[in-house]
């Protein structure tokens, strides 16, 4: 059986469908209205420079599609961090309640009209674990993204590329102090649907460190890449697998290889989601 046989351009089948396709990378459909969907996330950031180094994340989100070209997302999650003999931070096994968020999805062009895609995403959120050192805090921020696809080969190939801009301001319920930071970034994908609903590509992100909201602090970048597969399980199920590792980075004032002190050397992120 042939690539052309499996994946035939115009099936309705097969036409491919961005919203939940990637991993850490956004497409720019947001569903039909009505659309009403569960997803469960599991992520996690591996490995620092020294010592033992695990934090992971739990979300619960529900996702609707209220008007045509808008979609909200409300989710809320639960962190554990496992830190152990890292430089910089101290020990501690912590489980908690770590936030929720408010994603909300405009999309301006609509790729199967347009031939691009071309959609505006922001997500403004409240915490209450750091999200590096997993201490108490309180921390308010948003992400923004500006999101563009476009289908390569008609049904089987789509390319995405994201804007990032992230700041955050964070109240230690230790110290009481505050700080300022913020995570500009690039990133791109590339999938291709080897069958009907089974899509196997790679996704590569740059990402830009400061501790202000703005750039004149700037405190390191990182470079991430690495797979991404999502696989329909049936017509309400689904599933998206991601890994990625920094394979190029570089922390102000530490003389080591990449960037370990504002990110991690390894990335995952697991998605399933079911559509009602």
């Not at 659309?35 to 180094?53: A, H, M, Q």
């Not at 201490?135 to 804007?163: P, T």
């Not at 649907?193 to 996704?203: A, D, H, K, M």
């Amino acid at each position: 059986m042939t690539f052309g046989s499996v994946v035939q351009a115009g099936d309705v089948r097969n036409k491919i469908d961005t919203e939940h396709l990637f991993g850490f990378v956004t497409g720019t459909d947001i569903g039909e209205v009505g659309d009403r969907e569960i997803e469960i996330e599991t992520s996690g950031r591996l490995r620092k420079r020294t010592g033992s180094y695990n934090a992971l994340s739990q979300a619960f989100a529900l996702e609707y599609t209220p008007v045509e070209n808008f979609r909200l997302e409300l989710a809320a999650a639960g962190a554990y961090y496992g830190i152990s003999g890292v430089t910089g931070l101290d020990d501690l096994r912590r489980l908690g309640f770590q936030g929720v968020s408010l994603e909300m999805r405009y999309r301006l062009l609509d790729r199967q009209r347009s031939g691009l895609g071309l959609t505006l995403l922001a997500a403004p959120h409240w915490g209450r674990i750091d999200e590096i050192s997993g201490q108490k805090v309180n921390q308010y921020g948003a992400g923004f993204a500006v999101l563009i696809d476009k289908e390569l080969v008609r049904d089987r190939v789509v390319a995405a590329f994201n804007l990032l801009y992230e700041p955050e301001v964070t109240r230690s319920r230790v110290t009481g102090t505050w700080s300022q930071e913020a995570t500009l970034g690039l990133a791109g994908a590339l999938m291709a649907q080897l069958q009907s609903g089974v899509f196997l590509g790679g996704e590569a992100r740059y990402l830009r460190a400061y501790e202000s909201l703005g750039f004149d602090r700037f405190a390191g970048d990182a470079l991430f890449l690495g797979p991404t597969t999502f696989y329909r399980l049936s017509e309400r199920w689904r599933m998206t697998a991601s890994w990625s590792t920094q394979i190029a980075g570089k922390a102000v004032g530490d003389p080591g290889y990449l960037d370990l002190a504002n990110f991690s050397r390894h990335q995952f992120r697991l998605r399933v989601g079911y559509q009602f």
